[in-house]
């Protein structure tokens, strides 16, 4: 059974900083993108960044420049380094493993992160 365990959420003041891990286990990921999502509250969920299994990254305007994302397959692990962090970085931040060949699309449960001003 495929899981994806986040950690690293929490509070921090604004300018601050937070990295995100997500842990994957029960299947080997290296050919899969990886990405993070994130949901505000009375928003949809939006993309925040991914990298492909070559390493190729992405990242939305909003976070440009300020986050960092990367990957280590030999841990099944995907990161998120979050710098210079605003109030409006607030919320719960999801992350994703994805084969598109394959059908295959994971989830992982959330982990908060708030940003105060």
């Known amino acids: 059974q495929v899981q994806l365990v986040e950690s690293g959420g929490g509070l921090v003041q604004a300018g601050g900083s937070l990295r995100l891990s997500c842990a994957g286990s029960g299947s080997i990921f290296r050919n899969y993108v990886m990405g993070w999502y994130r949901q505000a509250p009375e928003k949809q969920r939006e993309l925040v960044a991914f990298?492909?299994?070559?390493?190729?990254?992405s990242y939305s305007d909003s976070v440009k420049g300020r986050f960092t994302i990367s990957r280590d397959n030999a841990k099944n692990t995907v990161y998120l380094q979050m710098n210079s962090l605003k109030p409006e970085d607030t919320a719960v931040y999801y992350c994703?493993?994805?084969?598109?060949?394959?059908?295959?699309?994971?989830w992982g449960q959330g982990t908060q992160v708030t940003v105060s001003s």
């Open positions: 994703n493993f994805k084969y598109t060949a394959l059908g295959r699309n994971y």
């Open positions: 990298i492909t299994s070559g390493g190729i990254t």
